[in-house]
């Protein structure tokens, strides 16, 4: 079973952050660092990354078969996604243990969605 | 499967479930059934416990007298060895899944990850640590100790059937690579059974995968969509791994000890004796159900139980018990359960409700081939006419 545990930034989240003092925040990012060493050792880690500002982002669409492209509405957008883990565990509760590793679901917290896959049963 | 733990008293179990359902037919009345092997096994287990007077008496003889030897005593093969330390219960079912890939199915990282739809780092890495893990145990290269035998057994028909079902559920993607996850487990199954000929469950799990497999030509289109059994063109079904299947399990349930992948092969066999689907015997189907309910009872048998009693007694029967179903904990909020009862309001006429209840099955499930199924049922129930009764 593959799991996709979602990290969002918003206000709530950098607010946290301002208030984390140096330390803190190396803390922080070593924690994601053993988090990653640990999911590989454990032989679930599929993916992850972390997506840089959404200030960089581009919004793609094609009208017409032309690519269009353009930035972000970010003005009114109050939260984004920073950063993701794509799993693969036995099963939802062992996936939940994982997320609460994640060192943002001490501050915030974290999201965790099943993935969607391709088999199934006949009825 | 994982749930039963003491043999004894699942072999009393199910020797008291055949007991009813033999007492259930009547006494001339034979069902109309394309076999009858079924109704003989039952019968002569009936004559055999009757003799016997009770299971207890024949335990109390078993003490007087000692254990029968176990089945498992005469193994030295060391392919089935080397299955027993697959399956270690230290073990991760996915690190059993691999390693018994790796060590004993001999595929490559890289293809079992193809197959696994993981990356290859992740697959060796959990190879590894089952091996680590394995050595931390002081697991040796041996027979483990014959307390611990049947149960590790299990595991390894256990593991088995996850790495048959890898490769039978998958419907597009990376179908080509996982169907040779089904065909590896078969011929595993095949090796297994030929170190463990006495064993009836080994028979009864080569028997399922067989009965299963054959139907796979005809359980999807190209494009990956799912047929349903009832629409499946049966003229594509295999019918040489049918009769190797239908002789295996006829053989195995007339004299070995009944057990549940036995009864999921008797149930498989049913369907594939049916050459249309309205052929399709369901008493006897309901019958093997209420076996495999009573000797290794979990939430996916139930509903298969409970789809088969629609399919006898009628759609209000059916929904009344799944709703007290739905109260197992292991249901409750369950895509499976919505998409049952989708079905069963379907059966009895109620379509807006059908539909509705389509539509949350739809939402719930992780499958995306199931999800287009359900999406087009809620949307011909939908329809003013109703739609065809069990296109996908």
New interface residues.
């Given amino acids: 079973?593959?799991y996709l545990i979602l990290i969002q930034s918003n206000e709530r989240s950098l607010a946290v952050w301002e208030q984390l003092t140096d330390e803190q925040r190396m803390e922080f990012g070593r924690g994601h660092l053993l988090l990653t060493d640990e999911m590989?050792?454990?032989?679930?880690?599929?993916?992850s990354e972390g997506l840089a500002d959404p200030s960089l982002a581009r919004w793609v669409s094609v009208r017409d078969g032309r690519t269009v492209t353009s930035d972000g509405p970010f003005a009114e957008v109050k939260e984004h996604l920073a950063g993701f883990y794509l799993i693969?565990?036995?099963d939802l509760d062992e996936a939940i243990g994982w997320a609460a590793k994640v060192p943002d679901a001490a501050f915030t917290e974290v999201e965790v969605r099943?993935?969607?896959?391709?088999?199934?049963?006949?009825? | 499967m994982r749930r039963f733990g003491d043999f004894d008293t699942c072999e009393d179990a199910v020797q008291e479930a055949l007991l009813a359902a033999a007492q259930q037919w009547p006494a001339e009345g034979v069902p109309a059934s394309p076999r009858g092997w079924l109704i003989t096994v039952a019968s002569r287990r009936r004559i055999e416990l009757l003799r016997s007077e009770t299971a207890r008496r024949r335990r109390e003889e078993a003490i007087r007298y000692g254990p029968e030897p176990a089945p498992v005593s005469a193994v030295d093969d060391s392919l089935t060895l080397l299955l027993l330390l697959c399956a270690h219960p230290a073990l991760?079912?996915?690190?059993q899944v691999?390693l018994t890939l790796r060590a004993v199915g001999g595929l490559s990282t890289a293809e079992i990850a193809r197959a696994?739809?993981?990356?290859e780092?992740?697959?060796g890495?959990?190879?590894s640590?089952a091996k680590q893990k394995i050595r931390d145990c002081g697991a040796t290269f041996s027979l483990p100790p014959p307390a611990e035998r049947e149960a590790r057994l299990i595991a390894v028909r256990q593991v088995l059937y996850l790495i048959f079902n890898?490769g039978y559920?998958?419907?597009?993607?990376a179908r080509l690579h996982r169907a040779e996850l089904s065909a590896e487990a078969i011929r595993l199954a095949r090796l297994l059974r030929a170190q463990l000929p006495e064993d009836g469950e080994v028979a009864g799990l080569l028997a399922l995968m067989l009965l299963t497999d054959a139907?796979r030509p005809a359980?999807a289109l190209p494009d990956?969509s799912?047929?349903?059994?009832?629409a499946?063109d049966r003229s594509r079904w295999d019918a040489a791994a049918i009769a190797e299947g239908v002789a295996l399990i006829t053989a195995t349930l007339a004299s070995a000890p009944i057990g549940p992948y036995q009864l999921q092969a008797a149930i498989a066999a049913v369907h594939d004796e049916a050459t249309r689907a309205q052929d399709t015997d369901w008493p006897q189907i309901l019958q093997l159900y209420g076996m495999l309910h009573a000797l290794s009872p979990g939430p996916m048998v139930q509903l298969n139980r409970i789809v088969a009693l629609a399919e006898v007694h009628g759609p209000v029967l059916a929904l009344a018990q799944l709703d007290l179903a739905e109260d197992d904990p292991a249901l409750r909020g369950h895509h499976r359960v919505a998409?049952v009862r989708a079905?069963l309001l379907e059966k009895r006429g109620d379509l807006p409700a059908a539909r509705a209840a389509y539509l949350t099955a739809a939402r719930l499930t992780?499958?995306?081939?199931?999800?287009r199924?359900l999406l087009a049922r809620a949307a011909a129930v939908g329809s003013p006419d109703g739609g065809p009764a069990s296109a996908p």
């Fill in positions: 079973m593959k590989d050792k454990a032989g679930v880690r599929v993916a693969d565990c036995e099943p993935v969607l896959d391709m088999s199934g049963w006949e009825f | 991760s079912t996915g690190s691999a696994l739809l993981v990356p780092a992740t697959v890495q959990r190879i640590r890898e559920t998958a419907s597009s993607g139907r359980r990956g799912l047929v349903p059994l009832a499946q998409a079905h992780l499958s995306v081939p199931e999800q199924y």
